[in-house]
T-cell receptor, first 112, second 112 residues
Framework: SQTIHQWPATLVQPVGSPLSLECTVEGTSNPNLYWYRQAAGRGLQLLFYSVGIGQISSEVPQNLSASRPQDRQFILSSKKLLLSDSGFYLCAWNRPSETEAFFGQGTRLTVV | ELKVEQNPLFLSMQEGKNYTIYCNYSTTSDRLYWYRQDPGKSLESLFVLLSNGAVKQEGRLMASLDTKARLSTLHITAAVHDLSATYFC????????????FGQGTRLTINP
């Protein structure tokens, strides 16, 4: 069966510090991978998606970047965090031939 | 720009009652998803609706899709406390990789 791992679960970082969130998928190959952000009390916003190694598409201009160094690994990064980067970050995956996406457990990021 | 609007955003109801959550969207799509989110948790897939007129039921929840009206409904029958959560609809506007545009979410509270 397929599983998705996302870490860390919670993170408190000072303004101006770097960020690295990691997501890995097991039990499948060549998945589509996604990073979403959920602000407090709001819906989810798609930040990045990737259809293959090294292929990253950005949906919104922001202070964040994403990378996919391996087939089943997706990393969300920032060089300098802003207060507005606080939120709940969710990684997701789906098979290219299918429509349903599956979400990781999320990382709650608080920038102070 | 695609807009996905849920109604209501907050719903407090008594156990045993019936209610409906509405999800309207502004562009053509024949794929819509419903997710459940418990506080501080990730998203759990509830229903995948892939065609006009699709209806799916699981326990006390039933979801339907009318692509002509650009409307999906999530109906709750004889609500129980365990159904308290935030419910999101998401419209699929896939172009290459899957892109989900989420509604704002409906926070459902069911009182004993």
């Amino acid at each position: 069966s397929q599983t998705i791992h996302q870490w860390p679960a919670t993170l408190v970082q000072p303004v101006g510090s770097p960020l690295s969130l990691e997501c890995t998928v097991e039990g499948t190959s060549n998945p589509n991978l996604y990073w979403y952000r959920q602000a407090a009390g709001r819906g989810l916003q798609l930040l990045f998606y990737s259809v293959g190694i090294g292929q990253i598409s950005s949906e919104v201009p922001q202070n964040l970047s994403a990378s996919r160094p391996q087939d089943r690994q997706f990393i969300l990064s920032s060089k300098k965090l802003l207060l507005s980067d606080s939120g709940f970050y969710l990684c997701a995956w789906n098979r290219p031939s299918e429509t349903e996406a599956f979400f990781g457990q999320g990382t709650r990021l608080t920038v102070v | 720009e695609l807009k996905v609007e849920q109604n209501p955003l907050f719903l407090s109801m008594q156990e045993g009652k019936n209610y409906t959550i509405y999800c309207n969207y502004s562009t053509t799509s024949d794929r819509l998803y419903w997710y459940r989110q418990d506080p501080g948790k990730s998203l759990e897939s509830l229903f995948v609706l892939l065609s006009n007129g699709a209806v799916k039921q699981e326990g006390r929840l039933m979801a339907s899709l009318d692509t002509k009206a650009r409307l999906s409904t999530l109906h709750i029958t004889a609500a129980v406390h365990d159904l308290s959560a935030t419910y999101f609809c998401a419209v699929d506007i896939t172009q290459g990789a899957q892109k989900l545009v989420f509604g704002q979410g409906t926070r459902l509270t069911i009182n004993p």
